[in-house]
């Protein structure tokens, strides 16, 4: 059996521990589940494999589990098919990459001094890079090359012994900020150096700007070029900046948090280097993936509650990117699930949270990112209630994502824990809000109105209202609602009716319904002339069999999270 490759998915765990529980089984669907980073998997994993390969089987889906030789051992738990595959040496990784990418240096990899850089332990993405770098080289100079894979170490190893004593204190602080803030005007690199030596306990010399040493003095000490009006590193050297912050970074770990608390100043509203918050947290995003680089979170938090707007709006795509990478994405999602879970969490940082999720993180990963907003819906704070809303709005907007999401959300609306149940209904009605011109053609789209993801998403629109029907809390803004619904000209009758008639069938008793189909003296026109049509078809109804819209079955959770 084969899957189109447009149905395979590449599952992104949100556990600590791998559980079988969470892995999906939509139908017709590949998955591939990458366990390489376990060292062991624990015997709950291996015990619910027979459940799931029986699902699995029954829904023609399939799934692929990536695992190393030592972690896999299922023993007497499990019976499944594996293959054993062998890695190719990273040599012959890179020269089928050179074979592509330029098959006249080929020979580079196996002459002076490249061919001591690919060991057997070697991975296949260092072996790619190494091709690209050969392939990207602008001369001849395979030591360059060999530099540049190395990140410079060497060379900067060799800087750094150069000078060493109290007096190159300056050079280095100036390296620093030629690296954190690379391309960017002499004058404000100066400056910001001269605020890290002082951050570090340096004392500036009296005078000024007069002190010292010319520009081109001691650009020629970091061995840095001046382009136009800006200083540059990476002209001379390829890669340069970043690996003079990794240098720092992991050579003088004790130098990290005051590194941090100096880009944070020089970025801040006023600060010599706002201008260029951008190339900063950029910056901070290499940082991250470094050992200790949690510590780039806390930095980050600090932006959200207490920075200025562009701050707080680099901040969370720093989170967002760092959510993502392959590096640091797992302890970031935990990090944005505490978030939303602890009631410490401020207003700020809960909003950040939402908009993370409505971002790329929602779009790649939706079930991770719904997983967070149902945390923060169901806060008893109500936090970030607006934020939630406006992130569901954002995600149900999106085609591919309409029927999941919306599955997702009134699920939550059924949920036994109230406060969730609440938040779902709550969110569920400020997706049906008629003046969002943006989002209800969407929610509503479909290619023909028989279209079956249209279908699905008007039978899940009766799900949601039923559930907000029956939540005390909300049951009134329900009916104003269906009310809006029906008065309004934006939708046709052949959406609305059926809709709104298998909402309110069977409910007919319920406080306010029949306020709802007698209207008020706010009704439109068009929408008194609806209710007189809803009446009859509610009429009629009574003694016709059920339609599938109506009081017939409506479509389980598996379901509606398989058609997305």
Known sequence: ????????????????????????????????????????????????????????????????????????????????????????????????????????????????????????????????????????SESDDRDTVKEEFTGWKRYLQGWFEKHSSAEDLRERALLVAAALLEDVPADVVMEAADQFFKEVGGVLPPGGALAGRDLCQRLDTIEASQIGENISLEAKRHGLPGAVLMHVWQQRPQLRQALLEWASKISAPNGVAERHLRRIAESLVRLSLLPGGATVRSVVSDWIDKGHTRHRRLAVEILESMALHPATGAGVRKQLYDWAHQKNTSEALAAAVAEICAGRLGREYPRVALTRLRLLASRSDGKAREAVASAARTLVGRPEQRVLVLSEIIDWSSSADGSVRQAGASIFLALTDITDQDLLPSLMAGETPDDSASTLARQLLVRGWRAALLEPAVAEAALTSLAAWLDSSELPDDTVLP??????????GQQGVARLLVGSSNSTELGRARRHKLVDQLIYTQAAPPTELGTGREPTGEETRSAA
Not at 29 to 36: E, N, S, W
Not at 499 to 508: D, K, W
Request: proline fraction near 8%; charged fraction near 25%; glycine fraction near 6%.
């Open 1 to 136: 059996m084969g899957v189109p490759r447009e149905r395979i998915r590449w599952l992104v765990p949100d556990w600590e521990q791998p559980r079988i529980e969470q892995i999906p089984a939509t139908r017709k669907h590949g998955f591939i589940l990458d366990l390489t980073d376990h060292g062991s998997l624990p015997e709950s994993f291996y015990s619910g494999l027979s459940g799931y390969q029986k699902e699995a089987g029954e829904k023609e889906a399939v799934l692929i589990i990536l695992a190393t030789p030592g972690a896999w051992d299922p023993g007497h738990l499990a019976s499944v098919p594996h293959v054993r595959l062998v890695r190719p040496a990273a040599t012959e990784v890179a020269r089928a990459h050179l074979q592509c990418l330029a098959p006249d240096r080929v020979d580079w990899l196996s002459g002076t001094p490249l061919e001591e850089l690919l060991a057997a332990a070697t991975h296949a993405s260092d072996a790619a890079r190494l091709a690209r770098l050969v392939a990207e």
């Open 499 to 508: 809709v709104v008639a298998a909402v309110i069938r069977g409910h007919l």
